[in-house]
């Protein structure tokens, strides 16, 4: 009894986070075709995560993706100040860490949203902390 209710909790989680893997991995790959390397994805720091952390040029991107079914401004609105906190926390974590400190960087924050079959992007370079 306690099996199947475990599975089919973790069966509605898995069909929660679909659409946000997807989109980000479709984000991953628009990033990729506009000249970014991903060298990291989902990096945990803390209480805070990292949804990407790419290199465009010689530019370290910390990357975060917001994914929302009911568009781009509803994916926008949905970055309140303790998402962008622990984006910070997650972001100086790292860059405490080795060589990181030297290197230029960046936090941009990637807008998704459907559209027919795929998604619709919207890039903010440069506005997280």
């Known amino acids: ?41 989902n990096l945990r720091a803390g209480r805070g995560e990292i949804d990407l952390v790419t290199r465009e040029g010689e530019v370290l991107v910390f990357v975060e993706i917001r994914y929302r079914a009911a568009g781009l401004l509803a994916a926008e609105l949905s970055v309140d100040r303790k998402k962008t906190r622990r984006f910070a926390e997650a972001v100086a974590f790292w860059r405490r860490r080795g060589a990181l400190r030297e290197v230029r960087w960046r936090g941009d924050l990637i807008l998704v949203a459907p559209r027919g079959r795929g998604f619709v992007f919207s890039w903010r370079r440069g506005v997280l902390p």
């Open 1 to 41: 009894m306690v099996r199947s209710l475990v599975r089919s909790l973790m069966t509605r989680l898995r069909r929660f986070r679909a659409p946000g893997a997807r989109a980000e991995r479709a984000a991953s790959r628009w990033l990729r075709r506009r000249g970014h390397r991903i060298l990291a994805r």
